[in-house]
């Protein structure tokens, strides 16, 4: 919650041994001031705090019509990792999309913790022709400038080759 929060004193006991006696070491308790969030938030804000830099590239850009192009994103930064939210998915009525994975690798690095996730996005097109991938964009909050930020990858172009099959074309009235 916002307002005045403690972390309370923590605690870890070591055992002794033969030659030493046991130790106990504490810390001190940490009082912070949580604030909230500006207003002010970009509509694709869904809660990301921290610095990051976002990429996305398909594994090709020839493929047939309804063979699987794999849409790779990577979120990579500072901040809290584990918890990002999804990017906001939009390719359009040209493709079908399956559930994506996501990957975390995390690092602590100048008392930071950071590191990247990744999505794999499968994606079916069901249109031939020159087909984009609109790109997207990721908004977060940045502790440092104390300001919303918005990073965005660019469009990608993928040529779909062949004809849509007698099973997938709308039925004829």
Not at 66 to 92: H, K, M, Q, R, Y
């Amino acid at each position: 919650g916002v307002g005045e929060a403690t972390i309370d004193r923590a605690q870890l006991a070591i055992p002794g041994g033969f030659f030493d006696r046991g130790q106990v070491l504490q810390t001190q308790p940490v009082t912070l001031n949580v604030r909230p969030l500006p207003a002010g938030a970009p509509a694709d804000f869904q809660g990301a705090v921290g610095q990051f830099v976002m990429q996305a590239a398909a594994d090709k850009t020839e493929v047939e019509v309804n063979d699987t192009v794999n849409l790779n994103v990577g979120i990579a930064g500072f901040g809290t990792i584990e918890a990002l939210p999804s990017p906001v998915w939009n390719e359009g009525s040209a493709w079908r999309a399956f559930d994506s994975k996501a990957k975390t690798e995390t690092e602590v690095a100048d008392g930071k913790l950071g590191g990247t996730r990744t999505y794999e996005r499968v994606l079916l097109p069901t249109t031939p022709g020159e087909q984009t991938l609109p790109g997207l964009t990721y908004s977060f909050f940045n502790p440092t400038t104390e300001t919303y930020e918005t990073v965005t990858t660019d469009p990608i172009v993928v040529n779909v080759t062949g004809t849509v099959g007698a099973n997938q074309q709308a039925p004829v009235v």
